[in-house]
């Protein structure tokens, strides 16, 4: 997971095609936009390749990088009115997905923020 983070962001402003949702798309993998998605990106990597990603469908992918339907639609996919992302964003959904340890952290100082602001505004009011 860490290669395909590393692959995306050697060009981090590069805009990467989302896919359909897996709900949406059964085992399509075809991006929908005109630019390559996270998947072609992998595919086209021999290392990748050669240790194992027998091809670019949904089920080849998740089979190689051990991920559910959920966590690759996470990571690679978008919807009608977002069916782009700069390859940083989509390399940041990678990591959350391979350790969501940090996501998680930063969800919680968030919660712990809205119950301090409550907090405060009922014993002030």
Do not use: C
């Amino acid at each position: 997971m860490e290669r395909w983070a590393s692959l995306l962001e050697r060009d981090p402003h590069r805009l990467i095609a989302l896919l359909r949702p897996s709900w949406a798309a059964g085992d399509d993998i075809a991006p929908m936009a005109a630019s390559p998605s996270a998947v072609d990106l992998a595919w086209v990597d021999p290392v990748f390749r050669v240790t194992g990603l027998a091809g670019r469908s949904r089920a080849d992918v998740k089979a190689f990088f051990q991920l559910s339907d959920a966590e690759l639609d996470r990571i690679a996919a978008g919807s009608r009115r977002v069916p782009l992302r700069p390859a940083w964003q989509v390399a940041a959904r990678i990591r959350n997905v391979a350790d969501p340890r940090p996501e998680k952290l930063i969800l919680i100082g968030v919660m712990l923020m809205i119950v301090s602001v409550v907090g405060a505004a009922q014993w002030l009011g």
